[in-house]
């Protein structure tokens, strides 16, 4: 279990699960046989018809707690269906849980008979799947399957889990959307002194510095510090870095069980996994950076969410961590005063199909915005704010990637002045000796073996997404 700074609990789930059964074929020494779990009035009929409907995905509501449901053996293909159970506790080292009706007493020996006359299915029984949200002692959800009843109690009734897949739950069940992440769910952990978060969302409702804006949906993280300075420089070349990070993150998920049909546990057709998002950036790099044998790169923000999406009734916990930082590359003889904007979007993920394998998702569109710079002196001098972005399910990381737009410039003078991006006019520029100043933007990142969560193959090596690489030119000159 990860070790992570305080956190925000996802509101009103953090106590919600969902149970779900599996085809479970009971152990006859069983506390509590399969006889006994009857199904809901309508379950077969509903299932008919919505056996061909793909499933929504979306935000799980925030005001209630997450939806259950419950899957059986040769119905629905596999598809689960809505419950009302919850997880109690959880104990990770032991992989034992107590499982719950959704009031807040324990649960009964006995199936309970609803107002229409139907009996509820009992808590858990050997072969039921248990899709939690975050609970109790599993702060990153829970997705596993109850492997032994061990004994029942006024809390509920304590039962031994193994992992298990998602397509044990999805089935043969279609679904496909991106869910914006909610901006004041993130923990942030701040690690350097001069931080500040901002963010908004709708009701007019935002958090951060008076005077900041912020789109709604956004994050934003400042950040102003100081850099270690060339050797020997003047004291009126002190070297410092500020800027921003703003991004509004979004979760890329798609499920296709047809390969599953009937054969619930054979693993989906397809499926696919990512994060994406809007960005902006802004940085200033003041000063005569001191010169390193490899870029200068300094974390200034982590932050984690974890994002619950409901799959039509199934809530599927997402993990989500952003690592906000800065880097600098210099060789110390050149004195910069430089400021440059970027907005865009990206997205990096994986996607699987039968027959083919996971393939990695790599893509990133920036533009720059006029650039203001002073290069003073022959060098050269390289400035990036990036964000590293992991994704995954259940408390296992699926896919890590970083993004880095940068400036670049290499002077063999002096320039000064504004360059007005997609200009060919170049006003107030000063030049003497040759200069060149460059955009550009890094995506690159790698696919792991946990994305077999999905019930996929697992992969035996992590698969890098390619390094996904574009430089322009914004203005050079010389005299």
Known sequence: MRKRPLRALVPALAASALFLAVGCSADPGSHSPAAERIPDAGTSATATADKDQPLAVAAAPAAAPASTAVARPGTGGGRARKTSLKVRSYDSRTRRAVISGASS????????????????????????????????????????????????????????????????????SQAKGTVPVDPASFDVERLLPDVKVSWAKTGDIHSGPEGTRVPLGSLRVDVATKVATAEGAPASAAASVSGFVQVAPEVDF????????????????????????????????????????????????????????????????????????????????????????????????????????????????????????????????????????????????????????????????????????????????????????????????????????FGTPVLQHPIPLGTLHREWKLADGKV
């Open 105 to 172: 007493g324990g649960s009964s020996p006995s199936p309970s008979v609803t107002s229409g006359g139907t009996a509820a299915p009992r808590p858990a029984a050997v072969g039921d799947v248990i899709a939690s949200a975050p609970a109790p002692g599993a702060p990153d959800g829970l997705l596993v399957k109850v492997t032994k009843v061990i004994d029942e109690s006024a809390e509920g009734t304590e039962v031994q889990t193994a992992p298990t897949t998602l397509d044990t739950v999805l089935g043969d």
């Open 254 to 453: 798609s499920y296709d069980g047809g390969a599953s049909a009937g054969s619930t546990g054979s693993g989906p057709g397809a499926a696919s996994l990512g994060v994406s998002g809007d960005w902006s950036s802004q940085w200033a790099l003041k000063g005569r950076v001191a010169a390193s044998a490899k870029p200068f790169r300094v974390p200034f923000a982590k932050l984690h969410a974890d994002p619950v999406i409901q799959v039509g009734p199934v809530p599927v916990v997402v993990n989500l961590d952003l690592t906000c930082y800065f880097e600098v590359s210099a060789d110390g003889s050149v004195t910069v005063d430089v400021r440059q904007d970027f907005k865009g979007d990206f997205k990096a993920g994986g996607t699987f199909v039968t027959g083919k394998g996971w393939t990695p998702v790599s893509e990133s569109h920036m533009a720059s915005t006029p650039v203001r710079t002073s290069v003073t002196a022959a060098g050269r001098v390289k400035a990036t704010l990036g964000v590293q972005p992991s994704v995954g399910l259940y408390g296992a990381v699926g896919v890590s990637a970083e993004l880095a737009p940068y400036l670049r410039a290499e002077a063999a003078g002096t320039a000064t002045g504004t360059i007005p991006v997609g200009s060919d006019t170049k006003p107030g520029i000063g030049v003497t000796g040759a200069w060149t100043l460059y955009g550009g933007v890094d995506l690159s990142g790698t696919l792991v073996l946990q994305l077999s969560a």
